[in-house]
T-cell receptor
């Protein structure tokens, strides 16, 4: 079956530090890849996505590149802010018939950024 | 426009009771998904609706769980004879037909005592 593995948290960084959250996947097919973010007290929000190999998704200073050869989609940001403190989820979707694009999520990585 | 809404935001019930959780998707979104997120885990797929019909219910854990979407808009997730292990956050998401990107509601936090 499909699965997503992301680095265990929590991750604590100082403001302006460089962030990497690793994500690898296993899929029977050619998935689309996503990063979702969950800020404290809020629902899941799409952060960025990539739909094919070598695509780079980007948003709010975050980037992730779809690497088919290493089945990875690592999240990076050059300079984190306190407001980036949240839980980050890597996810994939494969079309599973009848219009369904059900998501398979990793366990999430909690990021805390301290001033 | 309005996002996905879910009610109640919190639900506390006793073991063995019946609960209903409601999801109101974004207007015009024909696809609707339910997920369950246990503490410290990522969301796990439960069921998918395209319009009024449950096109994929392969994620429902057992026959105590059931969901409906009678008019192709609002959906209700129903849990019979609740167990303590059902305690989790239940998330609803919607999307346009044949679109990958899903928009999530804030979730309903269910606690079974």
């Amino acid at each position: 079956g499909n699965s997503v593995t992301q680095m265990e948290g929590p991750v604590t960084l100082s403001e302006e530090a460089f962030l990497t959250i690793n994500c690898t996947y296993t899929a029977t097919g050619y998935p689309s890849l996503f990063w979702y973010v969950q800020y404290p007290g809020e629902g899941l929000q799409l952060l960025l996505k990539a739909t094919k190999a070598d695509d780079k998704g980007s948003n709010k200073g975050f980037e992730a590149t779809y690497r088919k050869e290493t089945t990875s989609f690592h999240l990076e940001k050059g300079s984190v802010q306190v407001s980036d403190s949240a839980v980050y989820f890597c996810a994939l979707t494969l079309y599973s018939g009848a219009g369904s694009y059900q998501l398979t999520f990793g366990k999430g990585t909690k990021l805390s950024v301290i001033p | 426009g309005a996002g996905v809404s879910q009610t109640p935001s919190n639900k506390v019930t006793e073991k063995g009771k019946y609960v209903e959780l409601r999801c109101d998707p974004i207007s015009g979104h024909t696809a609707l998904y339910w997920y369950r997120q246990s503490l410290g885990q990522g969301p796990e797929f439960l069921i998918y609706f395209q319009g009024t019909g449950a096109a994929d219910d392969s994620g429902l854990p057992n026959d105590r769980f059931f969901a409906v979407r009678p008019e192709g808009s609002v959906s209700t997730l129903k849990i019979q004879r609740t167990e303590r292990g059902d305690s989790a956050v239940y998330l609803c998401a919607s999307s346009r037909q044949d679109q990958e990107t899903q928009y999530f509601g804030p979730g309903t936090r269910l606690l079974v005592l």
